[in-house]
């Protein structure tokens, strides 16, 4: 982790050159505009992955959407208003079954792709090497030049993530019992199981508080029971955890710190997860999945960790959500804890388990991880599932996670998914803003940019006033369109 900061800076690459696209496996078809972040902001990010950008351990990338092979959309889920589908349900059954019972299914989860929430482009595409002498403690030793004045947004208001109106309130499903000729008016009686059931959960949860185990360590804290509404995801997760189960299930949230001192006495048996994981399902190479590559890719985050007074108790920053079986690691979700999402990174698991669906189970859990953050911290609603590949069918699966929204290309406002979908059929690049006054956010004063120039902080005007032969107003012009004008008079651009 990076530390010691309380500003992003990065090196900006561009993204001429395509390369190997993990989803269609065109040699030379995918391309993405790519970044090297020494250090970042929890909210600089939470910015930049609402305007497409999304990041593979500290390489940071955006594809191209209007030139790459597999265009590459923004998906995020509406957390508090979502309900599990019949799939979803099948699933949560299923890990009921092997938990109390052993019972293993023999099919391979459902026709659920293999990778999960995994991104095969951010993981095999470029891997950019950075040589400079930026590191950790220029970041407290900066100084702004005497006479180079910033510019006085420096501290710019946040800004959330504009959306396109959808008029959808909580989602609701045809009520269970109603038959014919039913009274409508009339309230839903829940039947008894049901109640002794929700009861008992009940009873598990203060029993688990009073010992001092966390409530979310096993189950998932209940919302209050509403006779008259749909069993909620919470309820559908906590029945899929028996009460003497012959097998027992633990999810602990670990900060992904060498300085946590659970995040060091698991790194091993994780870290050797990952290979199995890597070479049973994607055939890497021993070399290609040793622990450096897995330092690499899913422990090196740039994000700083941070513990404000109005967030989670758990602060915001990357995190390894450890899924524990009888006493050892078989799953682990990478995510990013984000100012308004919970962020979904990478999924690894031991490949023997795969009939138990880990991939869409610790989706569902950690749709219900949000929920339960959004509690202490109230901005925090949205679940972010990655990339959304229409033109790749294994990845549509994405487009279940119901009610969701994908990010437009060109405006960078999200559209319910279920109006993005006709555009699609008819095309892989496609723009869902209908609004033809919407332009593109691609304007920005360049001259307002913040820069990194011999260790000290100044704006790109007064940085051209300096390098009075320099030849890199395209390359920055470039960059600051792509990051928008808030990130750019915000994250340091690193000059040499």
């Not at 030049?145 to 710019?156: L, Y």
């Not at 309820?235 to 097998?247: C, G, K, R």
């Not at 913040?450 to 470039?478: F, G, H, I, W």
Request: aromatic share 10%.
């Amino acid at each position: 982790m990076a530390a010691g900061s309380s500003c992003t800076i990065v090196e900006y690459f561009g993204g001429d050159d395509g390369y190997r696209c993990g989803y269609c496996k065109n040699e030379k078809g995918n391309f993405s505009h790519g970044m090297w972040s020494h250090a970042m902001t929890v909210q600089d990010y939470q910015d930049l992955i609402d305007r497409g950008w999304r990041r593979s351990g500290k390489y940071v990338y955006k594809p191209i959407m209007n030139k790459t092979c597999c265009p590459q959309y923004t998906i995020r889920c509406h957390a508090l208003n979502f309900q599990p589908s019949k799939t979803h349900k099948k699933i949560l059954k299923k890990m009921s079954k092997f938990l109390s019972k052993g019972e293993m299914p023999t099919e391979q989860g459902d026709g659920e792709p293999m990778d999960s929430l995994c991104e095969e482009g951010g993981l095999h595409g470029p891997v950019k090497v950075c040589h400079s002498e930026v590191a950790s403690p220029v970041v407290t030793a900066i100084l702004t030049e005497e006479g180079d004045t910033t510019p006085a947004e420096f501290e710019t208001a946040r800004k959330d993530p504009v959306s396109v109106p959808d008029g959808r309130g909580p989602e609701t499903t045809p009520k269970p019992g109603m038959s014919k000729g039913a009274d409508p008016g009339r309230p839903l009686c829940r039947k008894a199981k049901e109640l002794r059931k929700a009861r008992r959960l009940q009873k598990e949860q203060k029993r688990q508080v009073g010992g001092g185990v966390p409530a979310s360590a096993t189950s998932i804290p209940a919302p209050p029971v509403q006779l008259n509404q749909p069993k909620a995801l919470e309820e559908f997760i906590n029945e899929s955890l028996p009460d003497s189960p012959l097998h027992r299930l633990e999810v602990r949230l670990v900060p992904v710190n060498d300085d946590d001192p659970q995040f060091m006495a698991t790194y091993e048996q994780s870290a050797a997860l990952y290979a199995r994981y890597q070479m049973a399902v994607h055939g890497d190479t021993p070399s290609e999945c040793n622990e450096s590559e897995f330092r690499r890719f899913l422990c090196d985050s740039p994000l700083e960790m941070e513990t404000p007074p109005d967030g989670p108790a758990a602060g915001y920053g990357s995190f390894h959500q450890q899924y524990w079986l009888d006493g050892r690691i078989v799953a682990v979700g990478v995510v990013d804890i984000l100012p308004t999402c919970v962020s979904s990174v990478y999924l690894y698991y031991h490949p023997d388990f795969a009939s138990l669906s880990l991939g869409s189970y610790s989706a569902l859990r950690e749709v219900a991880f949000t929920r339960q953050l959004q509690k202490q911290s109230p901005k925090l609603c949205f679940y972010y599932l990655g990339f959304y590949i229409h033109s790749c069918n294994k990845m549509r699966y994405k487009g279940q996670y119901q009610p969701s929204d994908l990010l437009c290309p060109e405006t960078y406002v999200f559209v319910p998914i279920e109006c993005c979908i006709p555009s699609l059929e008819q095309t892989h690049y496609a723009r869902f803003n209908q609004d033809p006054d919407a332009g593109t956010e691609n304007n920005t004063d360049l001259g307002r940019a913040l820069v990194l120039y011999r260790r000290t902080v100044m704006p790109y005007a007064a940085y051209t006033r300096k390098r009075k032969c320099s030849n890199d107003e395209m390359e920055v012009a470039q960059y600051a369109g792509l990051v928008g004008q808030v990130c750019a008079e915000r994250i340091l651009l690193y000059r040499a």
